[in-house]
């Protein structure tokens, strides 16, 4: 039960401050819409027909990295105003403690995320694998934006103020977007950057979602290495969080 009522008590301070949901999902609607009817016309000689429904896997997980990014702005506000070290002393379990904030930044990736897929519909966008392809859509949504929650909110306790914290999480997310196939096909990039494109877990997260969006079968042999590789990294990232927590009771 402390688990909800520690996600209940940040889904308050997303009610309190709106505007984080607007900032977070602002951006990606204007990739979604501007950047695609910019490109749409000259992606179509790539064999690209739609480019909304192209580049909507990686502005889901834009979104996803935006909103879980936001998340970790609350310790900081919590240190300040004190709640941060009363909820800290109190008899709840840490692990209690990081899994409500996590989950309310997973929570408010996918109303972000929900509201991204119904204007996307708008642009002629089809989900070609049907109930199951959401399902497991779903799936992968979930747990990158469960690393992601889990990392930021590492990294929101080890930085010293919100303005360092905001510019240390672009640092990390813009390289990670650009160096992935969110926006472009990547069989005519080569050398090092295809390298670093391969690298990059995102980039095989958004392929998956990809496939699911546009494809005409599920492949399951693509698809469950994603998730599995994700669910390895979600409890790397929780654990990380968890041991980071630990440290400010010795502080």
């Not at 909507?56 to 936001?70: F, K, N, R």
């Not at 919590?78 to 990081?98: A, D, E, N, Q, T």
């Not at 005409?216 to 969080?241: G, N, R």
Request: charged share 10%; aromatic share 12%.
């Amino acid at each position: 039960m402390s688990i909800f009522n520690m996600m209940w008590r940040n889904m308050k301070w997303r009610f309190q401050n709106p505007i984080s949901i607007i900032i977070t999902i602002s951006q990606p609607i204007l990739w979604l819409i501007l950047y695609s009817a910019v490109a749409n016309g000259t992606m179509q000689n790539t064999g690209i027909h739609n480019y909304t429904a192209y580049i909507l896997p990686g502005i889901m997980v834009l979104v996803t990295m935006a909103a879980c990014s936001s998340g970790g702005i609350i310790n900081f506000l919590m240190k300040s105003s004190g709640s941060f070290y009363r909820v800290l002393i109190s008899p709840i379990r840490r692990s209690s403690i990081v899994l409500g904030q996590m989950l309310e930044a997973v929570l408010c990736t996918f109303f972000e995320v929900t509201i991204l897929c119904v204007l996307s519909l708008l642009f002629g966008v089809k989900f070609t694998t049907g109930v199951v392809g959401i399902l497991l859509m779903i799936v992968l949504i979930f747990f990158t934006a469960f690393f992601m929650s889990g990392l930021a909110y590492t990294i929101s306790l080890i930085l010293p103020n919100e303005v360092i914290y905001e510019t240390i999480m672009n640092i990390i997310v813009l390289p990670i977007f650009f160096l992935s196939t969110a926006l472009f096909p990547a069989e005519n990039v080569s050398g090092v950057l295809k390298i670093a494109i391969n690298l990059n877990p995102f980039t095989h997260v958004i392929n998956a979602l990809r496939n699911l969006i546009l494809g005409d079968f599920i492949s399951l042999k693509f698809i469950l290495p994603v998730i599995f590789l994700f669910a390895v990294m979600c409890i790397c990232s929780f654990t990380l969080a968890l041991w980071r927590l630990d440290k400010e009771t010795t502080h």
